[in-house]
Nanobody, 122 residues
Framework: QVQLEESGGGLVQAGGSLRLSCAAS????????MGWFRQAPGKEREFVVFISWNGDRTYNADSVKGRFTISRDNLKNTVYLQMSRLKPEDTAVYYCAASKYTTTDPNNYDYWGQGTQVTVSS
Protein backbone atom coordinates (compact mmCIF):
# COMPACT_ATOMS: atom_id res chain seq x y z
CA GLN A 1 0.00 0.00 0.00
CA VAL A 2 1.11 3.52 -0.83
CA GLN A 3 -0.57 6.66 0.52
CA LEU A 4 0.08 9.96 -1.27
CA GLU A 5 -0.46 13.52 -0.06
CA GLU A 6 0.07 16.57 -2.29
CA SER A 7 0.92 20.05 -1.07
CA GLY A 8 2.17 23.37 -2.46
CA GLY A 9 -0.77 24.46 -4.59
CA GLY A 10 -2.09 27.99 -4.55
CA LEU A 11 -2.76 31.16 -6.50
CA VAL A 12 -0.04 32.61 -8.73
CA GLN A 13 0.13 35.18 -11.53
CA ALA A 14 0.84 34.14 -15.10
CA GLY A 15 4.59 33.80 -15.61
CA GLY A 16 5.18 32.84 -12.00
CA SER A 17 6.36 29.62 -10.40
CA LEU A 18 5.16 27.03 -7.91
CA ARG A 19 6.63 23.82 -6.54
CA LEU A 20 4.30 20.97 -5.67
CA SER A 21 5.31 18.18 -3.32
CA CYS A 22 3.91 14.68 -2.96
CA ALA A 23 4.75 12.84 0.25
CA ALA A 24 4.41 9.06 0.16
CA SER A 25 4.08 6.53 2.93
CA UNK A 26 4.97 2.90 2.33
CA UNK A 27 8.16 0.89 2.34
CA UNK A 28 7.97 0.14 -1.41
CA UNK A 29 7.80 3.76 -2.62
CA UNK A 30 11.15 3.48 -4.41
CA UNK A 31 9.84 0.64 -6.60
CA UNK A 32 7.07 2.77 -8.16
CA UNK A 33 7.10 5.07 -11.11
CA MET A 34 5.43 8.36 -10.21
CA GLY A 35 3.30 10.70 -12.25
CA TRP A 36 1.53 14.02 -12.04
CA PHE A 37 -1.89 14.55 -13.61
CA ARG A 38 -4.24 17.51 -13.66
CA GLN A 39 -7.94 18.08 -14.16
CA ALA A 40 -9.64 21.36 -14.99
CA PRO A 41 -13.39 21.94 -14.50
CA GLY A 42 -15.41 20.21 -17.22
CA LYS A 43 -12.37 18.45 -18.69
CA GLU A 44 -10.88 14.97 -18.51
CA ARG A 45 -7.94 14.15 -16.28
CA GLU A 46 -4.78 14.99 -18.22
CA PHE A 47 -1.29 13.49 -18.04
CA VAL A 48 1.42 16.00 -17.14
CA VAL A 49 4.70 14.18 -16.46
CA PHE A 50 6.14 10.91 -15.12
CA ILE A 51 9.42 9.76 -13.61
CA SER A 52 10.81 6.23 -13.40
CA TRP A 53 11.40 4.44 -10.11
CA ASN A 54 15.08 5.40 -10.00
CA GLY A 55 14.69 8.82 -11.60
CA ASP A 56 16.69 7.99 -14.74
CA ARG A 57 13.79 8.61 -17.14
CA THR A 58 11.25 11.40 -17.30
CA TYR A 59 8.63 12.31 -19.87
CA ASN A 60 6.62 15.53 -20.15
CA ALA A 61 3.38 16.24 -21.95
CA ASP A 62 3.81 18.65 -24.87
CA SER A 63 1.78 21.29 -23.06
CA VAL A 64 4.36 21.59 -20.26
CA LYS A 65 7.68 20.74 -21.94
CA GLY A 66 10.34 23.27 -21.06
CA ARG A 67 8.28 24.65 -18.16
CA PHE A 68 7.68 21.79 -15.69
CA THR A 69 10.27 19.52 -14.10
CA ILE A 70 9.58 16.37 -12.08
CA SER A 71 12.08 14.98 -9.59
CA ARG A 72 12.10 12.51 -6.72
CA ASP A 73 13.99 11.85 -3.53
CA ASN A 74 13.51 8.22 -2.57
CA LEU A 75 15.28 8.71 0.75
CA LYS A 76 12.59 11.24 1.69
CA ASN A 77 9.74 9.34 0.00
CA THR A 78 8.84 12.50 -1.90
CA VAL A 79 8.25 13.50 -5.52
CA TYR A 80 8.24 17.12 -6.68
CA LEU A 81 6.80 19.11 -9.56
CA GLN A 82 8.60 22.39 -10.23
CA MET A 83 6.37 24.60 -12.38
CA SER A 84 7.67 27.76 -14.03
CA ARG A 85 6.34 30.25 -16.56
CA LEU A 86 2.84 29.29 -15.54
CA LYS A 87 -0.07 30.03 -17.86
CA PRO A 88 -3.79 30.48 -17.12
CA GLU A 89 -4.46 27.19 -18.94
CA ASP A 90 -2.36 25.42 -16.28
CA THR A 91 -5.16 26.08 -13.79
CA ALA A 92 -6.39 22.72 -12.50
CA VAL A 93 -6.41 20.32 -9.59
CA TYR A 94 -3.06 18.52 -9.65
CA TYR A 95 -2.83 14.88 -8.60
CA CYS A 96 0.16 12.75 -7.68
CA ALA A 97 -0.04 9.05 -8.59
CA ALA A 98 2.02 5.85 -8.36
CA SER A 99 2.34 3.09 -10.96
CA LYS A 100 4.21 -0.19 -11.31
CA TYR A 101 5.65 1.10 -14.58
CA THR A 102 6.05 4.34 -16.50
CA THR A 103 2.87 5.20 -18.38
CA THR A 104 0.82 8.21 -19.46
CA ASP A 105 -2.50 6.39 -18.96
CA PRO A 106 -4.21 7.28 -15.66
CA ASN A 107 -6.00 3.91 -15.69
CA ASN A 108 -2.65 2.18 -15.11
CA TYR A 109 -1.87 4.06 -11.88
CA ASP A 110 -2.54 2.18 -8.66
CA TYR A 111 -2.53 4.93 -6.03
CA TRP A 112 -3.65 8.57 -6.04
CA GLY A 113 -3.39 11.57 -3.79
CA GLN A 114 -6.33 13.83 -2.97
CA GLY A 115 -5.19 16.62 -5.27
CA THR A 116 -4.08 20.21 -4.75
CA GLN A 117 -5.53 23.27 -6.49
CA VAL A 118 -3.32 25.41 -8.72
CA THR A 119 -4.85 28.65 -9.99
CA VAL A 120 -2.99 30.89 -12.44
CA SER A 121 -4.39 34.39 -12.89
CA SER A 122 -4.01 36.41 -16.08
Amino acid sequence: QVQLEESGGGLVQAGGSLRLSCAASGRTFSSYAMGWFRQAPGKEREFVVFISWNGDRTYNADSVKGRFTISRDNLKNTVYLQMSRLKPEDTAVYYCAASKYTTTDPNNYDYWGQGTQVTVSS
